[in-house]
């Protein structure tokens, strides 16, 4: 008894992964294997790169707190000592965002953490 395939299956799988490779150079969005194979790797850089945009978000923002509090005689480390010592309870991601939209706030919050 010969073999049977389930060709419609199979064709929708090849199709599935031959889209997700659309746009890819060459090869990489026409030959199935090549695609797989490089499909999995987006994958993995995707997964990684996720976590690491946290980090660079937090080192973004801290280079934009620290530039701000330079402006008007502190560091970053002295700003942030300050805030945890006055209870402020403000995290960087807002922080940095007065520091660079709205500078008048920014210094209101210096001001205070000073004085």
């Keep these: 008894m010969p073999r049977s395939q389930n060709k419609v299956a199979s064709h929708r799988r090849r199709k599935?992964?031959?889209?997700?490779?659309?746009?890819y150079w060459g090869g990489r969005s026409k030959v199935l294997t090549i695609a797989?194979?490089?499909?999995?790797?987006?994958?993995q850089h995707a997964y990684r790169d996720r976590r690491l945009k946290k980090r660079s978000f937090r080192q973004l923002w801290i280079a934009r707190i620290n530039a701000a509090?330079?402006?008007h005689g502190m560091t970053y480390s002295q700003l942030i000592s300050a805030l945890s010592k006055k209870d402020v309870v403000?995290?960087?991601?807002?922080?940095?965002d007065l520091a660079a939209r709205n500078p008048e706030a920014?210094?209101?919050?210096?001001?205070?953490?000073?004085?």
């Design 106 to 115: 920014f210094s209101e919050v210096i001001t205070f953490v000073k004085g």
């Design 36 to 43: 797989k194979h490089h499909i999995d790797k987006a994958g």
């Design 90 to 96: 403000i995290n960087r991601k807002v922080l940095a």
């Design 69 to 71: 509090a330079r402006d």
């Design 16 to 23: 599935r992964i031959l889209a997700r490779a659309k746009g």
